[in-house]
């Protein structure tokens, strides 16, 4: 018996270790883009790898061994997340191998993969060059959640043309150690599409993949010989977690977002500009998380209530990367993640300059002299710069064109430490026409040194923070309805409702009128019962800005009540700037620093005798003096809102304890707030809570002293028939939205 109980606890064990989540040592994802070297033939390819490591992010340190072709990537603009927990880094590099490669690559301490591949060398029949294996593109980790099904497609690529297939990896033929198949993970081959089921513990799970290129041949054509002409690794992770919402709720790429698998064109020196938006109905996007090429510049992140943005730009220099080059994005909440979306940059090859070719960089422009004998079937009045206005000469013998730094649509663009201007001449043909004849495409670019670089063109920044809002503060306070600062408002209020049911979309509000008529008789005299320790029923919720610039508006995106100061237990009050029930309504104002919401209190979560809330919030400039900032419960919301706007950080304000029964008046005290020059007087709050706040580039860290005297009560209270102010305090400050603009 003793012996039988023991193997069943082996079994178990066994078990739990075959269906658990993989070893937390193997990367997070990687791929390996491979280009065959044409000086011995094939026999060996530069293997251009890509891998996301978990933070803490590993250094590069032991990849290159001395002697060895192999070069880093270090960049200055690391790709790294952090979602899912506890978040990840990317890790380039690149390193001469033979074309059929096994080994085990170590990145730091906690990090270590086995990388397989077949790459040739495979001579095609039909061009006589050798066989390029297929690009994979690599996505940010995965994330998905239990009971959710999802798919999850792979972005692949083959510049011969070729069609790719995905396989799970074999252990039996070495292209992976140890790499379990997972019954809740489906791989349709011809797609290359995984699907997640959503029969799986919450827990990280590692996917090993091949892929593949074949020569595409017709489905009636019948072929014996199946075998593909190269394997390369994928690796790939999930991450499953708990969730309680829809699994429908995951933001949505909209606006310019470019489209799943485009690829974009890139002449050397140009500059590749992408603009990616999501709308997250549920929760605000924290992140968006991005795997691209090194030095690829992602500037101007906002998530302001559902909306989100990020723009991105890379300029093609004088790189050793591989001709296909994929940029992977999806934008992370707290709990949910977009589908993963990739584009491609494709480095156009450029032929050798004929002989005699001359372009000189003076101070003020270019000029070029380019031999006609070298534009054989060129029609040379059909060449153009990128400006019509700049005339190009021609005679029998050469062609010559000056070429203004500051027009003729030349473009300026930074590379490295170098100030680069380019044009372009290229054949240009009405749209009417088709032609057979072969067109002219030729990158012109003057490289200046950044030592030699004079004036403000070389780098132009925004305003910061600071100096377009000033030094700002936020606080909460609560007041008895007709009581307060603005009074004045909430005597005899204009309300609206913010409340969306859950079952419909966003709507637009009812207009003040609509909304004051409708909702008659939510005055200060139902606030309270009357009598001391009877229950509140309504409470107003303020939130103050100090900031007093014209047009600075702002904007409420959330707002979380507790009945604990840690809010380890929550409910929503605001979410994406509308009320999660129509027990909050808004009060109207005619100033665009403050805002107040109505609470009905026998309605909220919170039933005990206090509360806390804790809300995250913005300022915002419309750049037009005919524009608004986006209101966030509206249908109108897009995301051209947030291109034309400019926001400060997003803060984290968080109220003192809140009375929610009527209690005794109190000594007179003051609240005071970081970094302000006001101080909040009321006669009826118990505390005096005086926070000091320091700022970095991304983080205010706030300490709170609770100062009053010995015989006060340490909570704030709503008193009877009188007001009550609640101190609030920034705790964090999430992302920078005045972005600095690079003249690349």
Known sequence: MPHRFTLSILVQGLTLLL????CEAS???????????????????????????????????????????CLLHPTSLPFQGSLPSPGWCVRQWQKTVPSNYNASVTLGSNTEFYVSMRAGPKVRANSGRLNQPAS??????????????????LSVKDVDGDKVRCRFARPDQGECLGCARHSFIELEEEKCMLTFTGKAPAGRYFIHLMAEDHIPVPKTVHITDTSPLSSVPVHLSLTVEESTSSCSDEPVATGETPTEDSTLFVLPYQEVKLDVNFMSQLESVSEVAVVGPPELHRTGFKSVGPLSALSMAWVRSQNNLTRLLPICFAANTQSLQSEPRCVWLYQREMRTLPAGTELKCEKTEMSLVLPVASLSNIKLDEL????????????????????????CGTKTVHSGSEL????????????????????????????????????PQYKINMPTEKETFGEVTFWIEFHLPGEGPLARFTRIPRLRSVYIPPVQMRRVVRSPSESNSIFAGSTNSTSSSGGVGSRIKQLDLHVFSNCSVDRAELVVSNCLESETEDFAVSSPILEQGCATSNSTLEVILTQSNSKIYRLDLSKLEAKGSTMYVQCTVNLCIATMPSQKCPDLCTRSINHRMLVNSVFTKTYTIRSGPVSLVVTESAPPTTANTANTATTATTATTATTATTATTSTTTTATTSVTNTSAAQNATTSHAPQQASSVAAGVILTTVGVFLQNVFLY
């Not at 269906?19 to 993989?22: E, R």
């Not at 996505?139 to 099904?149: F, G, Q």
């Not at 001449?425 to 004849?437: D, E, F, G, I």
């Open 136 to 153: 994979v593109a690599l996505p940010p980790p995965l994330r998905a959640r239990v009971n959710c099904p999802h798919h999850f497609y």
């Open 384 to 407: 153009q710069l990128n400006s019509p206005t700049c005339p190009v000469s021609y005679n029998n013998t050469h062609l010559t064109a000056r070429i203004s730094l500051s027009s």
């Open 27 to 69: 990367s997070l994802g990687l791929t390996v883009h491979v280009v065959p070297l044409d000086v011995d033939g094939g026999k060996t390819v530069r293997a251009h790898f890509s891998a996301i490591a978990p933070s803490p992010c590993p250094a590069l340190s032991g990849l290159c061994a001395a002697g060895e072709d």
């Open 420 to 455: 680069v201007y380019t044009n372009t001449l290229q054949s240009v043909r009405p749209y009417t026409v088709v032609s057979r004849q072969p067109s002219l495409i030729l990158p012109l670019a003057c490289r200046i040194p950044g030592a030699q670089v004079k004036g």
């Open 19 to 22: 269906l658990g989540p993989a």
